[in-house]
């Protein structure tokens, strides 16, 4: 809970109290990698999977373009190659979890199949 104030001089005048904002049920957070690998639609679909598994709707932008995992279209057409730099943005409640098998997917680590 934070105070708003009336007089900067008098501190111990309080005005109005302001409740802090809910916290959303969600977290979002984002960062900022390099692909290792192509992302085809093997590695899209996967990429849908992890965001099912996870409830979390996963995000990639590279460049001018945005693709998200509700469409694997949408992250095929990315046309993301090795060395291509990417912004992840996973919202969920399980987005560590789901950033952890993504950045797999996106290194290079695994094939799209487990």
């Known amino acids: 809970m934070k105070h708003a104030y009336k007089n900067l001089k008098h501190k111990s005048?309080?005005?109005a109290i302001v409740e802090a904002p809910a916290k959303t049920a969600h977290a979002e957070v984002s960062f900022i990698t390099v692909a290792?690998?192509?992302l085809g639609f093997r590695e899209s679909a996967h990429l849908v999977?992890?965001?099912e598994e996870t409830d979390c709707?996963?995000?990639?932008a590279s460049g001018k373009k945005f693709g998200t995992t509700k469409s694997i279209l949408s992250m095929?057409?990315?046309g993301?190659?090795?060395g291509k730099s990417?912004?992840?943005?996973i919202k969920g409640a399980r987005n560590e979890e789901a950033y952890r098998r993504v950045a797999k997917v996106i290194?290079?680590?695994t094939d799209g199949n487990s």
Do not use: D
């Open 13 to 15: 005048k309080v005005a």
């Open 36 to 38: 290792k690998g192509v």
């Open 49 to 51: 999977k992890i965001a």
């Open 57 to 60: 709707l996963i995000s990639i």
């Open 76 to 78: 095929v057409n990315l």
């Open 80 to 82: 993301i190659l090795a």
């Open 86 to 89: 990417l912004v992840l943005n």
């Open 107 to 109: 290194g290079g680590e």
